[in-house]
């Protein structure tokens, strides 16, 4: 069996998650990081894995990023829809407090603000966007209705086993995902229409990896179910199975852990026969000084050679063939 690899990025201003002093305005939205993206593509397509560039309304709206993204996307490339609710018209009030999810809004401003970002899409690209990912992963029932209702048909909001709740938006937290982890690869799935395509995870560790205690796919149901319990905190859990060894969540995603686990959790995703993973990053991290994971040209240096590792641990375990998410999905769903 072939392994689809996509790669998805949210491409977006720079140091989107830097928030004013209260009382002050939010600075102006900059770009650095899209003038940038042209080694990032090509590194990409020297690896044969084209990427699926999740684009904001304000980076479609900027000349010089569409300029660089419809050469991305002649080359084979796809563009899809990234909302950031705060940054979309129509404006409201609460854009400004906060970097709000997409449920914190009144349904009709939800709905405007989403078709806003994919008119500015059709617009600039020439092409109606087919996949999504929401801005702070704030997905919900109503989100996938009203991305059905648009012409989506793939939505990569998902991470398994994450609970995004501590982080708070305006007056709520984020989307829980811990139900969705399981022993098996996640995989995409079709929800309410469209089709879910989760962010790849590995669950390692004594509990987790494959061929470690309970043969990889039950120890993660053990851990999983843990995880999963509504009636504890997740990230206490997640530290207690982590510092004893047991389990550790790792996305597949540069910058975020130490480079030996992205490659063991690529190994474990290939070897537990994954037929789909998505290795996602923000834009913002592919250049120094514009995201608080790359401060450094050092840590821009490292995410290269992070990518390099996962793609090639994959490689080394597997066949695997690069697509863009909306073909990998097309193809799945032919199969």
């Known amino acids: ?39 990032v593509i090509d590194f990409l397509h020297d690896l044969g894995v084209p990427g699926t560039w999740l684009t904001s309304y304000s980076v479609a709206r900027d000349p010089d990023s569409a300029r660089v993204l419809r050469s991305a996307a002649a080359g084979g490339d796809e563009i899809g ?33 989403l078709r806003a970002l994919t008119d500015a899409l059709r617009d600039v690209f020439g092409a109606s966007p087919a996949s999504y990912r929401a801005g702070r992963w704030g997905i919900d029932a109503a989100e996938r209705e009203n991305l059905a209702s648009l012409g989506y048909t793939i939505d990569t909001s998902v991470v398994p086993g994450h609970d995004f709740g501590p982080s708070r938006g305006l007056t ?120 608080p994971r790359s401060r450094t040209h050092q840590d821009v240096e490292r995410f290269f050679e992070d990518m390099r590792a996962m793609v090639g641990a994959l490689r080394a375990e597997t066949a695997v063939e690069g697509c863009t998410l909306r073909r990998a999905i097309e193809t799945m769903d032919g199969s």
Not at 89 to 113: C, F, M, N, S, W
Request: some cysteine; overall charge positive; proline content about 10%.
């Open 81 to 113: 829809g990234h909302l950031h609710a705060w940054e979309t018209p129509p404006l409201t009030p609460a854009d400004g407090q906060a970097h709000p999810y997409i449920y914190e809004y009144d349904p009709t401003v939800r709905l405007q603000k």
């Open 172 to 291: 709520r937290g984020g989307p829980d995902f811990r139900a969705e982890l399981s022993g098996t690869p996640p995989r995409p799935r079709r929800v309410s229409g469209i089709w879910e395509a989760p962010v790849s995870v590995a669950t390692l560790g004594l509990l987790g990896a494959a061929g470690s205690w309970g043969g990889g796919a039950l120890g993660a149901r053990m851990a999983a179910a843990v995880s999963s319990r509504q009636d504890l905190p997740s990230r206490a859990c997640r530290r207690l199975l982590s510092s004893a060894g047991l389990s550790r969540m790792v996305w597949l995603r540069p910058l975020m852990h130490p480079r030996e686990d992205l490659v063991s959790a690529a190994r474990d995703l290939a070897r537990r026969g994954a037929g789909f993973v998505n290795i996602m990053f923000h834009s913002s991290e592919t250049m120094a000084g514009t995201s």
């Open 1 to 39: 069996m072939t392994l689809r690899l996509v790669v998805t990025i949210d491409t977006e201003p720079d140091n989107q998650w830097t928030m004013p002093a209260p009382g002050l305005p939010a600075p102006p939205l900059a770009f650095a990081n899209t003038r940038a993206l042209p080694r």
